[in-house]
């Protein structure tokens, strides 16, 4: 990096402040706007730092691929704008010798990679292929996600709203890892974005055009990056919609609509995804999720020597249905409660095995002040929780299973993580055990919000 490297970087952390100021206005409550004020500076923060680590410390992905490559693509339209159309160009059916490095041959050849490769280029022409501005381009993609996804609890919740800032903006491993060109980045803001565009689609009068683009924008992003997440995730926020409409808005023919349109939705889905989900699953599961785990791990033993932090979920898995179904429970462990503080070899390890020391000790504490009996009955008679939680513990389960290597496991854990401590949270909070904390001025979480449900029903 050069000294231009950094005046564009501090360029457009002003370009986004003044931006800041300009619809934090919309936020009449002091609480709201400390924390987005607050959670911007920690993402920028985030790309400074995430920035310095990869080019000095622990190179990656971002540094050997996503980055070159963006730029030589970047370079190659810069040079001939006709060559725009790449943009519109499949993995497939793209010639990859236009960006050269031989030896990663292949790797672009999947749409998952292919895209985050144009995002790059595309973000290139604004800050004139500047690594550290490109960082905080997506770092800035993943915080507008992720303060959707606060939006989206705190205007149901909003006594909550100290704990939805925690586990949504200031965690430190989701934000370090959440900060630069990588593909759990993007798929963070968009689990945020269709969120809170899906809810806003059937419970709010207004901006139904904005919310559907970018439903349309990011679904069409997380399906394309990272299918798994996707799969795994929309199901369970469809069943919360469905549940929570049910409980709130009397029988009659609206309300049949719109019910049918959520269920019809997830059918469609699915439907139109079931070719492309066997292609694509084979880049990410191989098309089988038993086999998918011995593939991962396969790979990752391969690697063991020159890793140097594996490690083993201590249960034996032959390839059987059995042996991943009492593999499971250590997989969820791992996934969320390690590595351990004994287990971390590295820095950023060493970073993530306290947040998830914390993460244990909380689950043992919530655990132990509603009492076991209260502790399950409450998760079951509460859809919210319910949806937070299982997706948590089904994407903790895959990632477990696949992934034994602590590097990339606090990595790829980041979206379950802050659903697990918000699904924790809603226990206390459902069997008065947590103080809920009111706004210093009670009004609506957001000036005008149309939202057609009252607050802490579900």
């Given at each position: 990096?050069?000294?231009?490297?950094?005046?564009?970087?501090?360029?457009?952390?002003?370009?986004?402040?003044?931006?800041?100021?300009?619809?934090?206005?919309?936020?009449?409550?002091?609480?709201?706007?400390?924390?987005?004020?607050?959670?911007?500076?920690?993402?920028?923060?985030?790309?400074?730092?995430?920035?310095?680590?990869?080019?000095?410390?622990?190179?990656?992905?971002?540094?050997?691929?996503?980055?070159?490559?963006?730029?030589?693509?970047?370079?190659?339209?810069?040079?001939?704008?006709?060559?725009?159309?790449?943009?519109?160009?499949?993995?497939?059916?793209?010639?990859?010798?236009?960006?050269?490095?031989?030896?990663?041959?292949?790797?672009?050849?999947?749409?998952?990679?292919?895209?985050?490769?144009?995002?790059?280029?595309?973000?290139?022409?604004?800050?004139?292929?500047?690594?550290?501005?490109?960082?905080?381009?997506?770092?800035?993609?993943?915080?507008?996600?992720?303060?959707?996804?606060?939006?989206?609890?705190?205007?149901?919740?909003?006594?909550?709203?100290?704990?939805?800032?925690?586990?949504?903006?200031?965690?430190p491993n989701m934000i370090f890892w959440s900060s630069g060109i990588l593909k759990d980045t993007i798929c963070l803001g968009a689990l945020g974005w269709i969120t809170y565009s899906t809810y806003h689609l059937f419970f709010?009068?207004?901006?139904?055009?904005?919310?559907?683009?970018?439903?349309?924008?990011?679904?069409?992003?997380?399906?394309?990056?990272?299918?798994?997440?996707?799969?795994?995730?929309?199901?369970?926020?469809?069943?919360?919609?469905?549940?929570?409409?049910?409980?709130?808005?009397?029988?009659?023919?609206?309300?049949?609509?719109?019910?049918?349109?959520?269920?019809?939705?997830?059918?469609?889905?699915?439907?139109?995804?079931?070719?492309?989900?066997?292609?694509?699953?084979?880049?990410?599961?191989?098309?089988?999720?038993?086999?998918?785990?011995?593939?991962?791990?396969?790979?990752?033993?391969?690697?063991?020597?020159?890793?140097?932090?594996?490690?083993?979920?201590?249960?034996?898995?032959?390839?059987?249905?059995?042996?991943?179904?009492?593999?499971?429970?250590?997989?969820?462990?791992?996934?969320?409660?390690?590595?351990?503080?004994?287990?971390?070899?590295?820095?950023?390890?060493?970073?993530?095995?306290?947040?998830?020391?914390?993460?244990?000790?909380?689950?043992?504490?919530?655990?132990?002040?509603?009492?076991?009996?209260?502790?399950?009955?409450?998760?079951?008679?509460?859809?919210?929780?319910?949806?937070?939680?299982?997706?948590?513990?089904?994407?903790?389960?895959?990632?477990?299973?696949?992934?034994?290597?602590?590097?990339?496991?606090?990595?790829?854990?980041?979206?379950?993580?802050?659903?697990?401590?918000?699904?924790l949270i809603f226990i206390l909070y459902y069997n008065n055990k947590i103080k809920s904390i009111p706004y210093k001025k009670e009004v609506d979480p957001i000036q005008n919000n149309n939202l057609l449900v009252g607050n802490d029903s579900n």
């Amino acid at each position: 990096m050069d000294i231009f490297d950094y005046l564009v970087f501090i360029f457009y952390v002003v370009i986004f402040y003044l931006i800041l100021l300009f619809r934090q206005k919309k936020y009449d409550i002091p609480e709201i706007r400390k924390y987005y004020k607050y959670g911007f500076w920690v993402k920028v923060a985030g790309a400074f730092a995430y920035s310095l680590f990869v080019l000095n410390s622990v190179p990656g992905d971002t540094s050997y691929l996503y980055f070159p490559f963006g730029m030589n693509l970047y370079k190659i339209m810069l040079h001939d704008f006709s060559n725009l159309k790449i943009f519109f160009t499949s993995a497939a059916n793209f010639d990859e010798s236009f960006l050269g490095d031989v030896p990663n041959v292949g790797y672009m050849t999947s749409d998952s990679n292919f895209i985050i490769v144009k995002i790059v280029a595309l973000i290139g022409f604004l800050t004139f292929g500047k690594f550290m501005a490109i960082n905080l381009f997506f770092s800035i993609i993943a915080f507008t996600g992720m303060w959707r996804l606060f939006l989206f609890f705190n205007e149901q919740f909003p006594k909550l709203h100290k704990g939805f800032a925690i586990a949504l903006l200031f965690l430190p491993n989701m934000i370090f890892w959440s900060s630069g060109i990588l593909k759990d980045t993007i798929c963070l803001g968009a689990l945020g974005w269709i969120t809170y565009s899906t809810y806003h689609l059937f419970f709010t009068k207004d901006r139904k055009i904005k919310n559907l683009i970018a439903l349309i924008v990011f679904g069409y992003l997380l399906f394309t990056i990272k299918i798994y997440i996707f799969l795994s995730y929309y199901p369970f926020l469809l069943l919360y919609l469905i549940l929570k409409y049910l409980s709130i808005i009397r029988l009659n023919l609206k309300k049949v609509l719109i019910v049918s349109s959520l269920i019809a939705t997830g059918i469609f889905i699915y439907y139109k995804s079931s070719d492309a989900t066997e292609i694509m699953l084979s880049e990410h599961l191989t098309g089988d999720l038993i086999q998918s785990v011995m593939s991962y791990q396969e790979s990752y033993s391969n690697l063991e020597v020159r890793a140097g932090s594996n490690f083993s979920l201590g249960v034996e898995f032959d390839g059987s249905v059995s042996s991943f179904i009492k593999m499971a429970p250590a997989a969820m462990f791992a996934t969320l409660y390690r590595p351990f503080v004994w287990e971390a070899k590295k820095a950023a390890a060493l970073a993530a095995s306290v947040e998830s020391l914390f993460i244990l000790l909380f689950t043992i504490f919530v655990f132990f002040r509603v009492g076991p009996f209260k502790f399950f009955i409450t998760i079951i008679k509460r859809p919210v929780i319910l949806y937070c939680l299982l997706f948590a513990l089904a994407f903790s389960v895959f990632i477990g299973a696949t992934t034994p290597n602590f590097g990339s496991l606090v990595r790829y854990k980041t979206p379950a993580i802050p659903f697990y401590i918000i699904s924790l949270i809603f226990i206390l909070y459902y069997n008065n055990k947590i103080k809920s904390i009111p706004y210093k001025k009670e009004v609506d979480p957001i000036q005008n919000n149309n939202l057609l449900v009252g607050n802490d029903s579900n």
